[in-house]
């Protein structure tokens, strides 16, 4: 895969990402509380109704900002590998990242036995009491 084909792509998302970002920082979704979002809706006018779907919207975009966020530095790791010449390794198991799984997701760290290893542990962690 050629190095500046790859960065470029990277870039990109990082650039698309960082939109998506500055967006909710823009909205305000970071900076006030959710007391603070909801102290609009009074709970004397509003049925309750309204005041769960404010939080579940406020909580559905912070959901959306984290995984945003966790995209963007997954990215950034991207560019640092390409720089270090690491890129496209698998960082678990040092063997080669397939090319078809680097063109589709660029920003990928584990080859496609070792991501899903990763994700069935990740699994069984959140299925413990």
Same mark, same amino acid.
Request: charged residues 35%; glycine residues 8%; negative net charge.
């Given at each position: 895969?050629? +190095? %500046?084909? =790859? ?14 970002? &500055?967006?909710?920082? @823009? +909205?305000?979704?970071?900076? %006030? !509380?959710?007391? &603070? ?6 709970? =004397? ?6 005041? $769960? ?7 559905? +975009?912070? !959901? ?10 997954? =990215? ?11 890129? $496209?390794?698998?960082? @678990? ?13 660029? @920003? ?5 036995? &070792? ?15």
């Amino acid at each position: 895969m050629d +190095d %500046e084909l =790859v960065r470029g792509r990277l870039e990109e998302e990082r650039t698309r990402l960082g939109g998506l970002r &500055d967006g909710y920082f @823009a +909205d305000g979704l970071t900076s %006030e !509380s959710e007391e &603070d979002s909801l102290s609009e809706l009074s709970s =004397v006018d509003q049925h309750q109704a309204d005041v $769960g779907t404010e939080t579940f919207n406020r909580e559905r +975009d912070l !959901s959306i900002l984290e995984r945003v966020e966790a995209e963007l530095a997954d =990215v950034e790791h991207a560019l640092r590998r390409l720089d270090d010449g690491s890129y $496209g390794t698998c960082e @678990a198991c040092g063997n080669a990242i397939g090319e078809a799984r680097l063109e589709a997701m660029p @920003a990928a760290r584990f080859c496609l036995q &070792d991501q899903a290893l990763a994700e069935r542990e990740a699994r069984q962690v959140g299925e413990q009491p």
